[in-house]
Structure formats: C-alpha cells, structure tokens
C-alpha cells in the first residue's frame, strides 16, 4: 500500500469519527478534510495536480453535458455539481413553498378531510410523509408533520410520539422510492446515469410493496398506544380553517405551480434529456422569481451547511478513488462473493443499512457507488442490481436509530421539545423491526427479480 493510500485512509476515518462524534459541525469536517486531501494526497504524497483539478471539477459545469444529455459516456470522479446544484435547487424551491404556508395547509386540510380522528390522522399522515418525501427533502416533511402533529395532539389530547415515529420511517422509506427523495440516491443517479423513473421502476416498486406492510406494523404496533388516550372536547367547528395557515395566496398558487412542474421535469427528464443540474437550477431560478420581495427570506432559508458538507465529502471520496482504495476494497468484496451475486446483493443491502443506522448515510453511499462500479465488472445490467441494493439499504437502515438520519434527529428533537423524548430503547424497539422488515422484503425482491438473471 502507497503512502497516498495510507494517507487518503487516514483523513476518510478521521473525517467519519468526527462526524460520529457530533463536536463539530460536519461542513466543518468535510471541508477540512476535503482541504487535508487535496494538500496532504494530491499535493504532498502524490504530487499531480491534474488529478487535483480532475477532483475539484469545475470544468464539468461550462460543459453542455452538464445541462443537458448528449448520450455520451461522461467520466465521474471528484466533486458531483450536478448533485449539488439539484439539491440545493430543490432547497430553494421547498423554502419558497414553505413561505407561503403550503405545508401547514396540506397538513390541516388532510386532518379535517378525516374529521380530526385520531386513528385516520395516524393513517393518513403516514401516507402523505412517504408521497412527500418521494418529493421532498424528508428533514423538511418531518419539521412540519411533527409541529403539526403536536399541536394536533395537544387539541386531541393523544399521545403523538407513536405518530412521530412512523412519520419518521415512512419519511424515510418514501425517500428511497424516487431519485430526489433521499440524497444517497441523488449521488447514486447523478454518478450512474439513472433517471427519476429508473428509481421509481425499481427502487420505487420495492418501497410500495414495503410501505403496506409497514402501514400493517405501525397500526397494530401504535394503535394501542393512540386509541387509549383520553377523549377530546375540543368543538371541531371551532378549529382554524386549513386555509388560513396560507400566508400569501397568490404566492401558494405559484408554489404549487411550480412544484408540479418540477415534479414533471423529474419524471420526464430521460425523454427530455434535461440534467437534474439543469432542472435544480430552472426551478430555483423561477422560485426566486416568484418569490418578488421575498428573495432574501428564501435565500436565507436553504441549507448552506448541507450543500457545504457535500462539496468536501466528495473531495475526501475522490482521495479514495483516485489512489485506487476503493479498487481494492471492491476486489475484496469479489474474493469473498466469489462470483456469488445472491451473497453479493445481501452483502450490500444488509452491510448498508446496518452502517446507515449509526453514522451518515451520505458519506457510505458516495463510498460505495465507486465501488460497486468495480464489482459490477462493467455489466450494466449488475451495476443497476448493485445500486437499487446499494440505495435500499442506505435509505432504510438510518430509520433503526434515533441518529441513523437526520429525518430521525429532527423528529425526535420536536417531540423532546414538546415535553415527549424518545429513548433510545423506546425508538428502537419500535423502529429496528420494521427496518428488518423492509430490507428483509428489500433482499428477497433484488434476488428474484434481478439476481435469478445474471
């Protein structure tokens, strides 16, 4: 092993403690040990500054690839713009909705269309986190189906930390059905060349089939727990209109408009041949737009530190793959299948979510789409077995602890908040079962429908 290598090894573990250990705020850490790589493995160890360039990556943007899909073969490697760029698209996008009270409105007209009973809430709030987060930044559909929910279970007088937690799962599980609904699978399209409709046709019939019978856990697991609570005297004629939470009506016609298409852009954007990077940044654009005197307020409101966080995760990752670690973990992981791709699929799908559910799920996911590159030998067909493996476990085994995902530490900060914590054991024994449950169903559907054609 090259000193490079040893190098490169050494900042991808320093990078992961630290963010283990949450002193430090994780931009902080990526982009310092992004900065570490680039110095100490580019410029010290291997002294090849076009590998440096290569990394960075800024020459990727002024390309018309970048905008738009030629059908050339593009080389990935280094900083991914185009995940950055959609997502941070996406954010503007979601903080322009917000604004307006889109959220809070969908929330309260979903309550009163089933009369404000407890039991139909639970249901129907499960249902609209998993649609949404398919769509949606899941730490965004948490922040408002908990505020919500605690408010909803303050004039209910129910329990709301059972409702909370299968918000949280199906947050998560809904994510894992499209390419814009969790960022490991925006890093495993972008990197692979796979569409919105390539995710919703393979990882998205797994996360349906998946939700019913999560659906079936959570409400003989929790229905205990939300029906014996007290009764309500709250007069239900008295409750606020759905309609008054929107702030500016004109501008939540305009939200929703430009949601749509978004949402339609993404589904088309195979035929159209538009890069997501393209249509993160239309979207944006046309957000602020509408925003009128309010673009500073959206502005504010994206997530900076996340985006932040990516560009430096990326350049550690590159340190890895250009010193050629990744090659050699990818031909481990080939000796022990031994050309077994049923060990192979369980290996990742089981090996991810177990890692997901303690430290970021990013970070493993930006790791192992080089990897199972390798492993995939250049057959397209076992790359996309390895990634729709790769990105089940990921998405769904961050929901098995209350750290695993950052929809988990939000929710269950809400409900702290509240005056309702949820311990570790009390999160786990509801949340770890229906994790094993998903990737169980996750591994047996992989195996028959891809594996049984290799």
Same mark, same amino acid.
């Given at each position: 092993?090259t ?8 900042? *991808? ?7 283990i $250990? &949450?002193?430090?705020?994780?931009h902080?850490?990526t982009?310092?040990?992004?900065l570490?790589t680039l110095?100490?493995?580019f ?7 076009g %590998?440096?360039w ?5 020459e ?9 899909t030629?059908?050339a ?18 954010m ?10 889109? *959220? ?16 139909p809430?639970f ?9 949404l987060a398919?769509f ?8 408002? /189906?908990? +505020? ?10 129910f ?17 894992s059905?499209?390419?814009c609904g ?17 995710f919703? /046709?393979?990882?998205?019939?797994v996360?349906?089939?998946s939700f019913?019978?999560?659906? /079936?856990?959570? *409400? ?6 939300? $029906?014996?609570?007290?009764? $309500?005297?709250?007069?239900f004629? &008295? ?33 159209t ?18 925003s ?8 504010k ?6 985006l932040?966080?990516? %560009?430096?995760?990326?350049?550690v ?15 481990f992981? $080939? ?6 791709y ?12 177990i890692a997901?559910?303690f ?6 996911a ?5 990897i ?7 057959s397209? *067909?076992i790359?996309? %077995? ?13 929901s098995?602890?209350p ?9 269950t900060s ?5 005056g ?10 509801k949340m ?8 169980l169903? +996750? ?5 028959l ?5 290799i």
């Amino acid at each position: 092993m090259t000193v490079a290598q040893i190098v490169a090894i050494v900042i *991808f573990i320093t990078m992961f403690i630290l963010i283990i $250990s &949450d002193k430090i705020e994780k931009h902080f850490i990526t982009l310092g040990c992004g900065l570490l790589t680039l110095v100490g493995v580019f410029g010290i160890c291997m002294r090849d500054f076009g %590998t440096l360039w290569h990394v960075i990556n800024l020459e990727s943007i002024v390309t018309a690839e970048f905008w738009r899909t030629t059908g050339a073969e593009t080389e990935s490697g280094g900083i991914d713009w185009a995940t950055i760029f959609f997502l941070g698209g996406m954010m503007v996008m979601v903080e322009g909705m917000a604004r307006v009270g889109f *959220f809070n409105w969908l929330c309260r007209r979903i309550a009163k269309f089933v009369h404000y009973k407890t039991i139909p809430i639970f249901i129907a709030f499960m249902c609209m986190s998993f649609v949404l987060a398919m769509f949606i930044d899941s730490i965004t559909v948490i922040l408002f /189906l908990a +505020s919500v929910t605690i408010e909803l279970a303050r004039l209910l007088k129910f329990n709301p930390v059972p409702m909370i937690m299968s918000e949280i799962f199906c947050a998560n599980l809904g994510g894992s059905a499209t390419m814009c609904g969790d960022p490991p699978n925006i890093i495993i399209g972008s990197n692979l060349h796979y569409s919105f409709m390539d995710f919703v /046709l393979n990882t998205g019939v797994v996360a349906a089939i998946s939700f019913v019978f999560i659906l /079936l856990y959570f *409400f003989f697991v929790m229905r205990k727990e939300l $029906s014996s609570t007290g009764e $309500s005297d709250v007069s239900f004629d &008295d409750m606020p209109s759905p309609e008054s939470f929107i702030t500016d009506k004109k501008g939540f016609a305009v939200s929703t408009v430009i949601f749509l298409i978004a949402v339609t852009l993404l589904i088309t954007h195979s035929a159209t041949g538009l890069t997501v990077a393209f249509i993160g940044v239309s979207i944006a654009i046309v957000t602020l737009i509408a925003s009128g005197k309010h673009i500073l307020e959206v502005l504010k409101g994206v997530d900076y530190k996340t985006l932040l966080f990516f %560009t430096g995760l990326f350049i550690v990752v590159g340190g890895l793959e250009e010193t050629g670690v990744l090659e050699i973990i990818a031909n481990f992981i $080939s000796n022990v299948c031994g050309g077994n791709y049923y060990l192979m699929v369980a290996i990742i799908i089981w090996v991810s979510g177990i890692a997901s559910a303690f430290i970021d799920n990013i970070p493993f996911a930006a790791t192992m789409v080089p990897i199972i590159q390798d492993l995939s030998g250049g057959s397209t *067909f076992i790359l996309s %077995t390895l990634a729709w493996s790769l990105a089940m476990g990921t998405d769904v085994g961050g929901s098995a602890t209350p750290i695993g995902a950052s929809a988990n530490v939000v929710g269950t900060s809400a409900a702290a908040k509240a005056g309702h914590p949820i311990g570790w054991g009390e999160y786990c024994k509801k949340m770890a079962p229906a994790t094993v449950i998903v990737m169980l169903i +996750s591994t047996v559907y992989i195996c028959l429908r891809y594996v049984t054609q290799i």
